[in-house]
């Protein structure tokens, strides 16, 4: 497994399938995908992001795949919580941050393109590489942050349950046309039952 894919998986834990449990949907907004108690993200900067992979992989764009639709909220959800809580922590990432975490991947992938189709194979489009790339700065630096003696397992925990920990207090909640979202696992899961059309973006 290269370097790249071990970043994506491991700046994805947050958003892994586990057991779940259906979240109230009474903070939704008409038009929103995800909603959080001052903030949400909307249908159209989903659709903004998911045909920004297909459109990387060569795919077509009129019916999108619901798994992905679903690995792309759970991702944007997961930002908005890491962001807010590096926010909370008066952690900040600079470019320069940025420019060198890429650095490194590309010379231990072999470059850049071969980094952007690392991260395109765990449907993260080149446009979207740098916005992860922060996401893995943010979570390293919240777990030193949260925990600076802790090994880098109980670090990584420390940020699990601190992100789960806002989720709920953030009152996270996702339109049921997407999916269902656990903020104890911090998980999206799939359609309620009682809902019979797929989760895909109109």
Known sequence: MTSARRLTLAAAAFATSAALVLSG????????????????????????QVMAVLEAKGQSTSTPDAGLVQQTLGRMITMVLVDRLA???????????????????????????ALQQAFL??????????????????AQELGIALNPRGSAEEQGMAVFEAVSALSTDLDTTVSPRF?????????LGAVP????TPPVIE
């Open 25 to 48: 949907c009474a903070n939704q907004e008409p038009g929103s995908a995800a909603t959080f108690s001052d903030s949400r993200i909307t249908e159209a900067q989903l659709t903004d």
């Open 87 to 113: 926010e909370e922590q008066g952690l900040a990432v600079t470019q320069g941050d940025l420019d060198e975490m890429r650095v490194r991947l590309e010379a231990q992938v072999g470059g850049s393109e």
């Open 121 to 138: 194979q765990e449907n993260v489009a080149p446009s979207q590489l740098e916005a992860l790339l922060l996401l893995q700065i943010q």
């Open 179 to 187: 999916g269902t979202w656990d903020p104890i696992s911090l998980s």
């Open 193 to 196: 039952n009682d809902l019979s």
